[in-house]
């Protein structure tokens, strides 16, 4: 993940003012919580799966929260804090350093936008506008239309009418029909009794160029990556997608279609309606999925896929399914 510039940091802070535990490094401060590919020596990452061994391994972060059976793929100039629990510790620690990113509260900066800052941009009725926005020539934002602090909007868009975009970096030549949410925190929080834990999401939505995103979809931001879409995907009406999933170039996804987070979508992926993407899968390229799958394991480039759980055509073919 890059620079966050849409919540206030707070640090740095030692290990022991993290997690009450010495270290090697007594000198090391540490800045910033970051994906295991992403992290560097002053910055804390995570690694609470197997399939995630070889990021792990090659990982420059300095310092990982994970458990006592994965701490062996660490690098040894990584220092291993190991815990029960890894998300619940990662949301501890990122509510520290992110104090104001477990809740989505509003933007006090929000006012109407000036002519003279924004003299190349088209706006509707009631636009509301916050600090340090960026908007490019020949944009169109319709009535009703709020955009949050320190967003980026390219050149050549077409916002719609009763549109929120916040924590968000849009292309140019980007159109995003009325009604969409894009931004906003996702559905993560740790169970306990009595009261959960809510989990600071910390990324950003990144729209590529020549994206469309259809009325009323819902597009979270990154929990501790990015959500991010590639150039050219067009998303139907009432699409939801979770937080950290990552869609390739050229991909068509169908109305009422639903991602679960962490999933990520090769180039030229066709996704029918109401189909369900779950969790931490990889999708490769070329990949069909019919209209009202269940996608629940990986699947590899140029498959075609239908049913729940989704299986290669033929196969859904033989069991003697309808198709409809």
Do not use: W
């Not at 916050?130 to 949050?148: A, P, R, Y």
């Not at 009794?193 to 990324?203: D, E, S, T, V, W």
Request: positive net charge; aromatic residues 8%.
């Amino acid at each position: 993940m890059s620079e966050n510039n849409f919540f206030e940091r707070k640090g740095p802070f030692s290990l022991k003012e993290l997690f009450n535990v010495k270290s090697k490094e007594k000198k090391i401060k540490f800045v910033d919580v970051k994906i295991l590919s992403s992290a560097k020596k002053n910055d804390i990452t995570f690694f609470d799966s197997i399939n995630y061994k070889d990021f792990a391994s090659n990982t420059k972060a300095g310092c990982c929260i994970t458990t006592d059976k994965l701490k062996a793929y660490l690098p040894t100039r990584c220092t291993p804090v190991l815990v029960k629990n890894v998300l619940f510790e990662l949301a501890k620690i990122t509510k520290k350093f992110y104090p104001l990113a477990d809740v989505d509260y509003p933007d006090t900066t929000l006012r109407k936008p000036k002519t003279s800052k924004y003299s190349n941009v088209k706006f509707g009725n009631n636009v509301l506008i916050g600090k340090n926005v960026k908007i490019g020539k020949n944009t169109v934002i319709g009535s009703n239309t709020i955009v949050e602090h320190n967003v980026s909007v390219g050149k050549n868009c077409v916002i719609g009418s009763q549109i929120v975009i916040k924590n968000s970096i849009i292309g140019d030549d980007v159109v995003i029909q009325d009604g969409a949410k894009i931004g906003l925190k996702g559905f993560g929080f740790i169970p306990l009794k009595g009261k959960n834990f809510r989990f600071p999401h910390i990324g950003r939505v990144i729209l590529k160029n020549n994206v469309e995103i259809g009325s009323s979809c819902t597009i979270d931001r990154g929990s501790v990556d990015d959500t991010i879409i590639g150039e050219n995907t067009f998303l139907d009406n009432q699409v939801h997608m979770a937080h950290n999933v990552k869609v390739g170039k050229n991909c068509m996804i169908a109305g009422q279609v639903g991602f679960a987070g962490s999933s990520t979508l090769g180039d030229n992926v066709s996704i029918g309606g109401q189909a369900g993407i779950s969790g931490h899968l990889k999708i490769g390229n070329n990949v069909k999925i019919g209209g009202g799958s269940g996608v629940v394991k990986d699947i590899e480039d140029n498959s075609v896929v239908m049913g729940y759980p989704a299986v290669p055509l033929k196969e859904f073919l033989k069991k003697g399914q309808k198709v409809e």
